[in-house]
């Protein structure tokens, strides 16, 4: 059985042999709770959850089963690489699921975001259930829960959902092998696991997904826009040394338009909001401010490529007493 809690002795993991050292003892400790029984893990593509699969692909091989739901509301290429990363290089039990026309439909003509946010977090569990039912013998269940998701439960901050909400009746044993690790720790984990840098140390990416940078009812013509220019944003700060280095970035695009002109015609289209924003612990966070060269490729970029877009602004709100994100 793998620790409930982190020891208070514990000493940080900031190197490979630490880490190396957790992951042989987590292994263990997995194999030993686990036996010959197999396991289902809800496989975002996140930090967490991917940590988590490769540490138990490890322990247990294809008794992990993990699932991939797709709701359409992920960034330029995460599905892909999901399936890459798990299904082709560590040759990972997945199944994949493309739910976007599920979503979509169901989250059409709703601007609420708090029933947005609903739609989003409920539909998920019901498909998850719903592949979950079609497999048997499954007695465990992984999840990516961390050690300050513990702490800020605890503190009556955060809901801590254990098997996050599943249905009554299906009764899961949790696994929860980064439970005891504070983020950094789980990125250095993941590495010497053999994930790639580039999903180990990516920037925090809400639940909800691009759903709520696309205000307002979402459309698949202006979800499509802010994916495209979220891809571009984040491809401009890679070569701009800004990846890993700027907490996070993304792209906006609100649900009301303007009047521009483009090759002598008139257009009206929607503004693309660009956000950049530094923080320690997201209660407080202050602006990246970008050159005004990379403002300006930016801007040429996403009005010549990114279809519906006219304008591109950029915020310079601080939290507070902006949020983050836009709802
Ligand atoms: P706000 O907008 O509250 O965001 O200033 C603070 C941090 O939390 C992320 N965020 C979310 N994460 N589900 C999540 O998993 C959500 O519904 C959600 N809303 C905001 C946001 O991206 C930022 O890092």
């Not at 940078?213 to 013509?221: E, V, Y």
């Not at 944003?233 to 993304?250: D, H, P, S, T």
Request: aromatic share 6%; proline share 6%.
């Amino acid at each position: 059985m793998q620790s409930e809690r982190r020891p208070d002795d514990m000493v940080r993991i900031t190197t490979p042999e630490l880490a190396d050292a957790f992951i042989e003892e987590q292994i263990a400790a997995l194999r030993a709770q686990i036996g010959d029984k197999k396991v289902l893990l809800a496989l975002s593509g996140g930090v967490d959850s991917s940590v988590v699969a490769a540490m138990l692909i490890k322990a247990i091989g294809d008794r992990l089963v993990c699932v991939h739901v797709n709701h359409g509301l992920l960034r330029k290429g995460e599905p892909e690489q999901v399936i890459e990363v798990f299904k082709n290089q560590m040759k990972a039990n997945l199944i994949y699921v493309d739910a976007t026309d599920r979503f979509l439909d169901k989250l059409a003509g709703v601007s609420d975001p708090e029933k947005k946010r609903k739609i989003i977090g409920g539909e998920f569990i019901e498909v998850f259930a719903e592949e979950a039912r079609k497999l048997d013998g499954i007695d465990f269940l992984a999840q990516g829960t961390i050690w300050p998701d513990i702490l800020e439960s605890e503190a009556g901050i955060k809901a801590h959902h254990n098997a996050g909400g599943l249905p009554e009746d299906m009764k899961f044993e949790l696994v929860e092998p980064v439970r005891i690790l504070f983020k950094d720790e789980v990125r250095i984990v993941g590495e010497r696991l053999g994930l790639p840098a580039n999903m180990v140390y990516r920037q925090p990416f809400p639940g909800p997904g691009l759903g709520v940078r696309c205000p307002g009812a979402i459309t698949r013509d202006r979800l499509e826009a802010v994916r495209e220019s979220d891809a571009i944003l984040r491809e401009e700060f890679a070569k701009n040394g800004l990846e890993g280095k700027v907490w996070q970035y993304f792209t906006v695009v609100p649900d009301f338009k303007s009047t521009g002109v483009k090759e002598g015609k008139r257009t009206f289209d929607w503004p693309c909001i660009i956000r950049a924003i530094n923080t320690t612990d997201v209660m407080e966070v202050t602006v990246e401010h970008l050159s005004d060269e990379l403002i300006d490729h930016l801007v040429k970029r996403i009005i010549t490529e990114v279809p519906g877009i006219n304008r591109v602004l950029f915020d310079y709100t601080p939290k507070p007493p902006a949020t983050v994100e836009y709802e």
